[in-house]
């Protein structure tokens, strides 16, 4: 933590004896900490499930308190094992002192004890503790990491790059074709400058429905940039990649936008490139496969362009 602030942190304090906790909970309120105060574990209980705090200091001790019992319960519920537990114990043997570890404590204090021992202990877990949960989160908030495309519900591209080193290894291992086309949207900027960028979106969306919609279960899209979208074909030739681009171009070419009087007609660029076993890696094929979309936009709106490397294939089968 870079700044400790005793104010940010509630301590629960359980002793069955009230003036121990008249004690705890002077020294504690000196020192800037929020308290709660409990006398039995049906109090702590009552406590707990509304205001989680961020360490419990119980003190040791049995009958109607049985601390060490208590302290299991505590770590054995999901909900409250991340709390640190300090005991207070009067000088006990060994014996007991790994009892109270098997229990789930993190640490003990004696009593009589010091109060700068017990607040610097106080301070020590609870800062553990703090960066703990921000390594956890941290750990969350990897796994969270969005692979989704906001705007089209499609494959981010970060993670369709992970999907395509996936198939390619997939390739490999089993020996079988795997093509890749790049799609770009010709005249979205006609269609942005008629009706901005709501127009814009519902076209992005419109298209990556009809990808969708159109491709087997076990093919690939992804949103690779604002107005590109990539397309992977598992299992699948030079041959057969080029009829599924041909036919999804040929959807896309009905889809219409209309503006008043004004009718705008969608037209798609593809560039379509398949993988050669050990040959190149994620990054070249891509390289490879934007290439190809290039040469298709060179050649005018609507075009659909196999990579030299690959037509010498299709010409081939």
Do not use: W
């Not at 601390?67 to 537990?85: A, M, R, V």
């Not at 877990?125 to 960066?131: D, M, P, S, V």
Request: glycine residues 2%; aromatic residues 8%.
């Amino acid at each position: 933590m870079r700044y400790f602030s005793a104010e940010n942190f509630l301590i629960m304090i359980v002793d069955s004896e009230s003036q121990n906790l008249q004690l705890l909970d002077s020294i504690l309120e000196r020192a800037g900490y929020k308290r709660i105060l409990a006398v039995n574990v049906k109090q702590v209980f009552e406590l707990i499930k509304v205001t989680k705090p961020n360490l419990i200091l119980l003190k040791q001790s049995r009958g109607n308190l049985d601390s060490l019992q208590l302290c299991k319960n505590l770590k054995n519920n999901p909900l409250y094992e991340d709390i640190p537990i300090l005991f207070i114990i009067n000088n006990s043997p060994k014996n007991n002192l790994l009892n109270l570890f098997e229990s789930g404590a993190e640490d003990y204090i004696n009593y009589p004890f010091h109060f700068p021992e017990l607040l610097k202990r106080i301070k020590t877990y609870l800062e553990l503790n703090y960066i703990k949960a921000q390594l956890n989160q941290s750990l969350t908030d990897s796994e969270k990491l969005p692979t989704i495309d906001s705007l089209t519900g499609l494959f981010n591209r970060n993670h369709f790059l992970t999907l395509i080193e996936q198939e390619i290894n997939r390739s490999c291992r089993y020996n079988y074709f795997l093509s890749l086309f790049i799609l770009d949207v010709d005249n979205l900027r006609q269609v942005q400058e008629l009706y901005d960028q709501k127009g814009e979106n519902n076209l992005i969306q419109l298209i990556a429905k009809t990808l969708s919609e159109s491709l087997r279960k076990e093919d690939y899209i992804g949103r690779f940039s604002k107005k590109k979208f990539i397309v992977l074909l598992p299992q699948t030739s030079t041959h057969f990649a080029l009829k599924v681009a041909q036919r999804i171009q040929k959807i896309i070419n009905h889809l219409e936008i209309y503006n008043k009087d004004k009718r705008i007609s969608i037209t798609v660029s593809i560039g379509l490139t398949t993988y050669h076993i050990n040959h190149e890696n994620v990054e070249q094929l891509i390289q490879r496969t934007n290439q190809t979309l290039l040469e298709a936009q060179n050649q005018g709106h609507n075009q659909i362009v196999i990579h030299p490397n690959d037509l010498k294939n299709l010409l081939a089968s």
